[in-house]
């Protein structure tokens, strides 16, 4: 077992790490930027280090410097928590050669499957089904011409090492292709440093459910079922349940068999998952990807299945091998996880800042993931989730009303967040009956009637306001100005 881990994030994905090695009696090393330098997770950690400015390029991103503070700090395994560095097979190269143990997947499995186009390309050969769509990288407005005479509009044009939503682009019609190809490729370029992409038909009334894998180096696979995460925004998920309202018991095993296929076509060895498009009208189910990695949405999955994930990635990466097996795991009650964002929760926009007040809610089968605090700044530099809130009960309208009112429970201010939101889709009709798909948010739910139509909303703005004023009426003009910290970024640049 080892006795030191580095792990190389921060937020609440570094605590969470964090306390499963502190169960295991394993010391922890935390790695910060110098925006991070009052984040809860260093304050937590046994050890901490600073590895550069704010920026992640220089941070979170500098493979060279975090192996240098690992081997510093004599840590003999490295957690990259999920986003970052957790898929990124030169850096899981990098700690092979430094001698320290990658706590994930084989470098192999996560360049077979960080690029979508090879993924594809094995999933196919493995017999796993896949979205209709382009065999290779498409290069030209003409290739992509060629692959919708087979396939048909509407299409999906996606970057083959993209994430997150980002490089890409929905195209309906012919009309649009030009401008989605050169806005796809363009992205792509700009946060994954390549520009392939490829096609892919899109499927009108969709689900996005996910299958947990999990393997170990003794050849064992198993999946812990699935979750549900088709509440979305811009192709970001903002809630994830598990199990899904819309599967059966025999798709459900159905599709977990073939999560199992596909990551014993490589090897794989850790938490994983694979995602999968599943269509309401015909009931089909297609391969999307597979994230090689733990997921964001890792609670609910433990809820349900009462499975410490991230100790078990760390027991598994040390060699043990899995404590549990697929006529073991089962299902019991349902868990929701809403993520809270420092965002607008109308038209989305980060919203970084002081915290003034922050009361997490408490209570029975309430789970919170959370790194802020009273006083503390919400940097700009990094993703806006800045909490998950996760609830479990005996059946869905249990967890349902859990979640509820947990989320009237949770006080923060000094900044926007999305718990407003949150509120209105717990009530929501649709929601509440799981009759829903990914395009719930845009075409199922009008955020600003539903946030701002009855008087306790009202009353919410009204208190809130007055609570602002309070705050800074002795404060200088410059105080004053409620203007949000990335609009007077864009200010300052655009004065330059």
């Known amino acids: 077992m080892f006795k030191k881990i580095l792990i190389a994030n921060r937020g609440e994905i570094a605590i969470r790490v964090h306390r499963a090695c502190k169960e295991l009696g394993i010391n922890t090393v935390a790695v910060f930027s110098e925006a991070d330098r009052n984040s809860l997770h260093v304050l937590l950690a046994d050890e901490a280090y600073c590895i550069g400015p704010a920026p992640s390029r220089e941070s979170y991103l500098n493979i060279p410097k975090i192996i240098e503070v690992a081997k510093k700090a004599k840590a003999q395994a490295i957690h990259p928590g999920y986003g970052f560095l957790s898929e990124n097979e030169d850096f899981a190269d990098a700690c092979e050669k430094a001698g320290i143990t990658f706590i994930g997947p084989s470098i192999y ?166 995602e999968f498009i599943y269509d309401i009208d015909s009931k089909d189910f297609y391969f999307l990807e597979m994230n090689t990695r733990l997921q964001v949405e890792h609670p609910v999955t433990e809820l349900v299945t009462g499975v ?45 800042g002081k915290i003034v007040r922050c009361r997490h809610p408490q209570g029975p089968f309430t789970r919170i993931d959370s790194y802020v605090y009273p006083g503390y700044e919400v940097p700009m530099h990094y993703d806006s989730m800045i909490a998950k809130l996760s609830t479990w009960g005996s059946d869905r309208n249990v967890a349902i009303a859990r979640c509820q009112r947990a989320l009237e429970e949770f006080i923060l201010t000094g900044i926007k967040t999305n718990i407003p939101l949150h509120k209105r889709i717990m009530q929501n009709e649709k929601f509440r009956k799981g009759d829903f798909s990914t395009h719930f948010i845009e075409k199922d739910f009008d955020a600003f009637d539903k946030l701002f139509s009855t008087t306790d909303d009202r009353v919410f703005l009204i208190t809130a306001a007055i609570e602002a004023y309070n705050q800074h009426k002795s404060q200088g003009v410059w105080d004053l100005n409620l203007v949000s910290n990335w609009k007077r970024l864009g200010r300052r640049l655009s004065l330059r």
């Open 308 to 352: 410490d994930l991230v100790q078990e990635q760390i027991l598994v990466a040390s060699g043990a091998p899995l404590s549990f097996s697929q006529s073991t795991l089962s299902q019991k009650g349902w868990a929701l996880e809403a993520r809270i964002y420092a965002e607008d929760p109308i038209t989305f926009m980060p919203s970084p």
């Open 109 to 274: 499995a996560i360049s077979a499957m960080g690029d979508k186009l090879s993924a594809r390309d094995m999933m196919k050969k493995a017999n796993v089904p896949i979205v209709p769509g382009s065999d290779g990288p498409i290069s030209t407005i003409d290739d992509v011409r060629t692959v919708v005479k087979k396939i048909g509009y509407p299409i999906m044009i996606k970057a083959s090492a993209g994430g997150g939503g980002k490089g890409m682009r929905f195209v309906l019609s012919e009309a649009e292709l030009e401008s989605a190809m050169r806005a796809a490729k363009s992205e792509a370029l700009s946060y994954f440093g390549d520009d392939k992409v490829y096609v892919e038909k899109y499927v009108t009334n969709p689900k996005h459910i996910e299958i947990q894998i999990f393997g170990d180096s003794k050849g064992n696979v198993v999946h812990l079922f699935e979750r549900e995460c088709s509440i979305q925004r811009r192709h970001q998920k903002i809630i994830e349940e598990s199990p899904s309202p819309a599967l059966d018991n025999n798709t459900r095993m159905a599709m977990g068999d073939i999560a199992v296929k596909a990551a014993k076509s490589v090897n794989y060895c850790g938490a994983g998952t694979v």
